[in-house]
């Protein structure tokens, strides 16, 4: 006959029974600990979120305002909703600016992703002499401020006679994107199936016809999430259109970005300060981020965290 079942629940734990008769090892009750955690995370997570929501609430609210109502009450609301505050913000000189940020990004982007997936896919897929030196010399980049580069920066791009135009600005804004994007892409091919490579070469698929048909295709979510990061980088720029987008001679015309462009919109308003469109156009060059980094939430997430799955 088996004997009786024993329990021991000493203060602060619980613990199974077990057929033998002997004291069961105590589990430690973390209940209350969970809750206290789970409540400390929850609103230090509420509290970032007001953080970075009030501002935004605050900028957008003051592009509805009046000079008077924006000195009178920080979060009052306004008293007359009108679109028109946008407009005038667009005609002078916003909407060139948007156009000047978006011809650069729709070229600067996409050749970012493009030439960072080769080199980063040949690092991580072929074994060469030099591949592991080639790699620190890519990741290397990402430990230079960009300051320390802007005097020669300057100097080499006036030499080829491309200050102040697009294809400059694009150049090198891929040069500066290139460490992050093949550090990223690297660790993030090193995670795709060496069994699926070796099945296209097998099938007679070229090195090329492979990297374009078969791997790339399979790192989408790691392209997605480097791209979101790319695009919010260049996006936001500063420094560099600053040194580098500025018009050489009367003739030459401004090619300001939207950085640049919400600068220029400040100086020119002088002592007759007009702060609702200087919000407005804050408000133009925040937007399109936010709706993009919104709308491609799950596919960042997932590019991030999907190397550590597999």
Avoid: C
Wanted: hydrophobic residues 50%.
């Amino acid at each position: 006959m088996s004997a009786p079942l024993k329990e021991t629940a000493p203060q602060g734990g619980t613990a199974e029974p077990r057929p033998d008769g002997a004291e069961a090892p105590v589990r430690p009750d973390r209940g209350g600990e969970g809750v206290v955690l789970n409540v400390f995370s929850h609103g230090f997570l509420a509290l970032w979120a007001l953080l970075i929501v009030l501002p935004l609430l605050w900028l957008v609210l003051s592009s509805f305002k009046t000079d008077a109502q924006i000195g009178g009450s920080a979060f009052g609301w306004p008293e007359n909703w009108t679109f028109d505050v946008f407009r005038r913000a667009w005609d002078k000189g916003i909407g060139d600016y948007f156009l000047n940020t978006v011809i650069v990004l729709v070229f600067s982007v996409p050749l970012t992703m493009l030439f960072g997936s080769m080199a980063a896919y040949v690092l991580a897929r072929y074994r060469f002499r030099g591949n592991r030196l080639l790699y620190y010399f890519f990741v290397a980049g990402a430990m230079f401020p960009v300051f320390l580069a802007l005097v020669p920066l300057f100097f080499m791009v006036k030499r080829l006679d491309m200050l102040n135009t697009y294809q400059g600005l694009v150049l090198v804004y891929i040069a500066y994107s290139m460490p992050f994007t093949v550090f990223f892409m690297h660790a993030f091919f090193r995670t795709l199936p060496t069994a699926v490579f070796e099945a296209a070469i097998l099938d007679g698929a070229s090195h090329t016809r492979t990297f374009f048909q078969v791997m790339l295709p399979m790192a989408k979510p790691g392209l997605i999430s480097v791209g979101i990061f790319n695009t919010l980088g260049q996006w936001n720029q500063f420094i560099l259109p600053t040194v580098l987008m500025q018009p050489q001679s009367g003739d030459d015309p401004e090619r300001y970005v939207l950085t640049q462009g919400l600068i220029q919109l400040q100086q020119q308003q002088g002592y007759a300060s007009d702060l609702p469109v200087l919000f407005a156009g804050v408000t133009i060059a925040m937007v399109p981020m936010l709706v993009v980094y919104l709308s491609f939430q799950r596919q960042v997430q997932a590019g991030l965290t999907s190397a550590t799955l597999k």
